[in-house]
């Protein structure tokens, strides 16, 4: 028997997860000497470097095995978004409501039109449009924990966040009959497909959301469990949710959502998930970075370049003008808004699942929103820490001292329920 390795060694799933970690780590860290640059532009840079564009230390096979854990990081941040949104304080929240359509409304029409100025027609500049309504979870949670930031613009962007996903699942999923019905489906297919995709994963969500609710009632003297129970159902919801073709970035969004909803007394929802968390954030956006596509982002540039400069002026005008009109705080109104450009997790599940069903829009969706999303994640979390910076939200001692082009932090300014 050989005891010795193989030759050429072939790495595994941990070796390059462990690589690739152990990298962004040192790559966030080298970003503090830039205090107004967020670490994540650090874990993008180190993952670009490390991936098949430049020195081919990682191919897009071994991204490719990796995908599991990138699947279980963005379903944890997914479920952590859906807990800033509560059913019952939204049903009571209309400003909130109509601010988020106006927005996700003008972002639709603005990038659908974008798109046909720009040579693309049709059900794929529909389906780019559709996708471009979401904005990314990560990038907001990410950048607010690292500036400690708290008050009524964090909240109300991470409940914005959370409805832009939905919608824009919502809008993509009114799209699907029309894709399936010109990749010439049957009838079955063309009207059983979305339902089943939109109707399963809110179920699967919502039961997971009664199961992790109830267990945390029956073990609510025992806290050290909390977070294994929180991780537990979500790699659960991913487990079920690929094995019943179900979508895995709605279901972790729909059990957040639930949990909060049905909590009464603070159980799990107000859960700290404390530094280890970091490590989701590290993996997902290194992996992010090494797995950017140069080529196509070179080739629909131009489009892609429409898409960015037309979404963030949609979102940023959308919330801005509408919170200004319901009578938000001038500051508050005009920051909310910039805190949505960022775009990622969901834009590029919804994209690879274009690409999967329909190979023909799919080519052209996924090479634009790609292309969209690498310049999104690059300048997103810049944008984001100046919009906290400058949205009079409490930020930490250490956040307003690094930042001296900047006054230190307001007092958050009182709100209404309904503003919050």
């Known amino acids: 028997m050989n005891f010795l390795p193989d030759w050429p060694l072939a790495a595994n799933t941990l070796f390059y997860f462990g690589f690739l970690l152990f990298c962004g780590a040192l790559g966030g860290y080298v970003t503090h000497r830039w205090p107004w640059l967020p670490s994540i532009t650090g874990f993008m840079l180190v993952g670009l470097m ?7 230390l990682v191919g897009y096979e071994a991204l490719a095995s990796s995908r599991i854990i990138i699947d279980v990081a963005l379903g944890l941040i997914l479920y952590r978004l859906g807990l800033s949104l509560d059913i019952k304080q939204l049903v009571h929240d209309r400003h909130l409501i109509i601010i988020s359509l106006v927005e996700s409304t003008l972002t639709f029409v603005v990038v659908f039109f974008g798109m046909d100025l720009m040579g693309i027609h049709g059900l794929s500049a529909a389906v780019i449009a559709a996708i471009a309504v979401s904005s990314s979870p990560a990038v907001l ?9 708290s008050g009524p ?7 914005l966040v959370a409805l832009n996903n939905v919608l824009a699942f919502l809008v993509f999923s009114a799209l699907l009959p029309l894709l399936y019905s010109n ?5 079955t297919t063309i009207l059983g497909g979305p339902v089943y995709q939109l109707l399963g994963s809110t179920l699967l969500g919502g039961c997971m959301g009664m199961a992790l609710h109830i267990a945390a009632r029956k073990t609510k003297d025992a806290h050290q469990y909390h977070l294994a129970l929180v991780v537990g159902a979500v790699a659960f919801t991913l487990g079920a949710a690929l094995t019943l073709k179900l979508s895995t970035l709605f279901a972790p969004l729909v059990l957040g959502i639930v949990v909060r909803s049905i909590e009464r007394t603070e159980l799990i929802a107000n859960l700290e998930f404390g530094p280890a968390f970091e490590l989701f954030f590290i993996a997902l956006f290194v992996y992010a970075g090494a797995n950017l596509h140069v080529a196509e982002m070179v080739q629909y540039a131009p489009a892609a370049l429409v898409l960015v400069f037309g979404r963030s002026l949609a979102k940023w005008l959308g919330v801005g003008i509408t919170a200004k009109v319901l009578g938000s705080n001038r500051r508050q109104a005009a920051t909310t808004g ?15 699942t274009t690409l999967t069903l ?3 829009q799919g080519a052209v969706v996924s090479s634009v929103i790609l292309a969209a999303v690498a310049v999104l994640e690059t300048v997103g979390p810049p944008i984001s820490a100046k919009a906290l910076r400058w949205s009079g939200d409490t930020l930490s001692a250490e956040a307003v001292d690094v930042d001296e082009d900047v006054e230190p932090a307001q007092a958050p300014v009182p709100v209404s329920a309904t503003e919050a």
């Open 50 to 56: 490390a991936g098949p564009n430049v020195l081919g």
């Open 141 to 149: 949670i990410h950048v607010a924990n690292e500036l400690g930031a």
């Open 153 to 159: 613009v964090t909240e109300r962007a991470k409940s």
């Open 183 to 187: 990749a010439d489906a049957p009838l």
């Open 338 to 352: 910039l805190l949505l450009i960022p775009m990622a997790g969901l834009a590029i599940g919804l994209a690879d």
């Open 358 to 360: 329909f190979q023909m």
